[in-house]
T-cell receptor
């Protein structure tokens, strides 16, 4: 039973446009959410996070939105750049990533087209 | 070191053999995590160390899997009597005391069991 779901395996966006990556979760105990970015043959790198007490967190071109009632979060990248092409993982924690680690989705492969 | 180092980067082993994977975390990081990523899947949590104790081993898939950590440094993940379903990328991450956003991942060990 997948507790964190990324229903789009891939997404293609034109350079300069907005990329929107979606993530749904089922565990109501999750209180901390993160996005990681992964290039081939490298480990995931932390991108941005949000606590359940907020509904939005912004860092430069990246904004994460959290809708607790819908158990849904999204990552917006604007404007999209070629270097953003990577696999993006949504992750969630019920203890700020402590004893139970992070639960990851399967990832969405974002392709930025020139 | 500057980052999380994992060795070997690639390992091909015959079914039934034992393998040992190594992780050198960032100096000073007290928390260490092991994850596994099978082809087309998300990251699967295996085990979490706080210092050299492992309060959560629930993610280890079977008793063929074990992990140790020496103090707050090197960790080894051992898989005994490897099976083909063990083929995956094994990722190690470290952080300062379990704060989810602060995970730094290594590049992983790609294990192929033939």
């Amino acid at each position: 039973d997948q507790q964190v779901k990324q229903n789009s395996p891939s997404l293609s966006v034109q350079e300069g446009r907005i990329s929107i990556l979606n993530c749904d979760y089922t565990n109501s105990m999750f209180d901390y959410f993160l996005w990681y970015k992964k290039y081939p043959a490298e480990g995931p790198t932390f991108l941005i996070s949000i606590s359940s007490i907020k509904d939005k967190n912004e860092d430069g071109r990246f904004t994460v939105f959290l809708n607790k009632s819908a158990k849904h979060l999204s990552l917006h990248i604007v404007p999209s750049q070629p270097g953003d092409s990577a696999v993006y993982f949504c992750a969630a924690s019920a203890s700020r990533g402590g004893a139970d680690g992070l639960t990851f989705g399967k990832g969405t492969h974002l392709i930025i087209q020139p | 070191g500057a980052g999380v180092s994992q060795s070997p980067s690639n390992k091909v082993t015959e079914k039934g053999k034992d393998v040992e994977l190594r992780c050198d975390p960032i100096s000073g990081h007290t928390a260490l995590y092991w994850y596994r990523q099978r082809l087309g899947q998300g990251l699967e949590f295996l085990i979490y160390f706080q210092g050299n104790s492992a309060p959560d081993k629930s993610g280890l898939p079977s008793d063929r899997f074990s992990a140790e950590r020496t103090g707050e440094s090197v960790s080894t993940l051992t898989i005994q009597r490897t099976q083909q379903e063990d083929s995956a990328v094994y990722l190690c991450a470290s952080s300062f005391g379990g704060q989810g956003g602060g995970y730094t991942f290594g590049s992983g060990t790609r294990l192929t069991v033939v």
